[in-house]
């Protein structure tokens, strides 16, 4: 089948699915000889709203055996699962899904033609509602308490608490996958040579009014007059600045910002920067200077939004070497193809031992103590190779939490180092400086609940940290004395090779990397 004609009736079966037509839709997806992974979901879309649900089934298996990395379709049809009560399989499919969000809090599928976020959190609400229909309350709370955000779980966690059944989650009504645009305008015929058209007739006395004469035209090329930063919109910012709160933007010093809207009431700025538009403070703008010449522009930015920063890295250190740093944590086994429910199309594996979402220490409480655990403990959620969550006292000792942690994690507790984030930072400070310094869990904890990031740091006993910064950009490591680091890690930097490069640390690895790829705050945490 050519792919045109499948791009064809793709967009017709989306048109129809527009309009809520269900069973046109389905029509034309049908027709379709060779179907792809995204026209297999709309197909099961098309079922689930005609309420024809063992339908749906068969077209969401043949969409996994198309893509089994899908995520969202594992999500979909772990909803579908538990309408069906196939409980066992829907909670395969949620553990699934989650695995295949690789790490990720939220994955979005604009890009792939899908207007969908799919979240983790939306996963372990489905998982919580098939524990709840096996009567496992206990699992299905502490599933909702390892994951704090999301405002549907507080509903969820009502449900529970009453013992009430609740509805799973699924991707909303017509909300399918798009083929791109660029592609469904060229389904179009053009005409590029035209049609032929007289401008003028060597007819004596001929009545034609289609002709005008040409004009004169002056060769150059104009640009606008603009001295120098008068009239400009391009404004420097004087020091560099990071985000302090929602809808603003991080911009290192010197950058070139285009001024979209004029400071507010509380003294903001709105600019565009690096493809972004937010906010920044005005009293750090400072006009740019862009000067003209006759011949050619120099250091001109183009007209609307800047382009993107250059990553290309500095020159690089003559000699460094360093020792292989080991690798922190545990590393995921390698994909495995998941289960497919259609025996016809894909030989069914044994699927994996699903990751344990339970929490120990909250299974084992008597429900007379609870109101008094409210008052006199504080939940602890512990991002490690997984999460998990824990409850303690509240005036309980930094060496006491690490113990606590480390038994639940099972590793010594002389290797683990643990880190939280101060409220308007981005950056991962210890906390045994916190507590250290006469505070309790409570008081870096709030509405009795705290957020810490665990880490084994074996590769960090014969080093000194100096100092910490954040991560501005990306960085792919270009050799393999670099360290590779993604926007806003904590990099903990253990010394500098020169001017330009620094040595640091970051999860788990020690390498080299450039020091205009990432930032100091101006809080001093050493």
Known sequence: MLYTELLQLWNESVHAMDNKDWQGALEKLEQITEPTSHTLFNAASAHLCLGQLDSALKALDLTIVKDQRLSVAFFQ????????????????????????????MVIDYRQLGLRYKLYSWQVLHNAAAVYCRMDQWE?????????????????ALDSILREEIFAPLLVPEGVVFRPRKKDVEQLKQRDFLGKAKVISSMIPNDDFGGFEPLRLQKPGYYQPKVDGAQESRYMCLAVPYMARGPGQLTVPGGSKVFLFEDQDKDGMATVIYDGQRGLVPMSLLKPANI????GKTENTLPTGIPLPPGLKPPARPQKWSRSAAPTLGGQLSSDIAPPSYSSATHTQLPPPEPPNYTADSASNKDDNSVQEAETDSVVVK??????????VPSTISYHELKEDIAQQLDQPASSLRLRHKKHGSRLLVPLEWELEAGRTIQEVSEAGRTTLWCQVEDSLRNHTIRYQMVALYDYS??????LEFSEGDTIDILGEVNEEWLEGHCAGNIGIFPSSFAMRENENFM
């Open 77 to 104: 049809r772990a909803a579908v699962m538990i309408q069906l009560d196939r409980l066992e399989e829907a909670l395969s499919d949620c553990v699934w899904a989650q695995k295949h969000l690789r790490g990720n």
């Open 139 to 155: 699992q299905a709370r502490d599933i909702l308490l390892s994951e704090s955000q999301g405002g549907n779980l507080e509903m």
């Open 291 to 294: 000067k003209m010449t006759k």
């Open 382 to 391: 512990v991002h490690y190779t997984y999460t998990v969550a824990l409850s």
């Open 477 to 482: 490591a270009q050799g393999p004395e670099d």
